[in-house]
């Protein structure tokens, strides 16, 4: 039986390849060869885009082969007083939000998603929003990092979105690895 992670190894076109904080800022997590073996990697998709962290960053570290886009994610913690507010506003008229409960913001075509891991929520931007409702119907492998953390924030927005996604676990990164390790 050939698993799905068998076929995309093996240069199947039809799916996207989504990369998360793959950046020089998270250096000291990603294993060494990482780069290098996801840039090979993502030459078996026709399209690739790559949401970067800008806590850290004015742009992405890296550019891939076959990206059609780059998608700038705002890290919770630089949001302005207003969205913090709204947020937190959210949180309290839903106290039992659950995990992927989406909410729209008012004059905006921007969400915040109810997330259980290191962040409470995530703020899906609204190019972020185009995006998602661009990969609607299509099939989306999602790699990079920090996995229970960002990756894992984006892989819970894009299912409140609706959309088939699932991780390649050979192209995650965490808190845990580091650059000492291979791939």
Known sequence: MITKFNIYENNIYNDVLIIVDVQKEFNKFIPENFVKKLTEYSKNFNEVYQI???NKATEPSYKFPNEIDTIIKKYGTSFSIDLKQITQDILNSYPNAKEGDRFKLKETNSYIVRI??????FYVTEDMTKLFNKLKNRNIILVGGGDSECLKDIYISMKSFDINVEYNYKFIYSAKTNNKMKI
């Open 52 to 54: 970067w962290d800008s």
């Open 116 to 121: 259980f891991n290191n962040h409470d929520w």
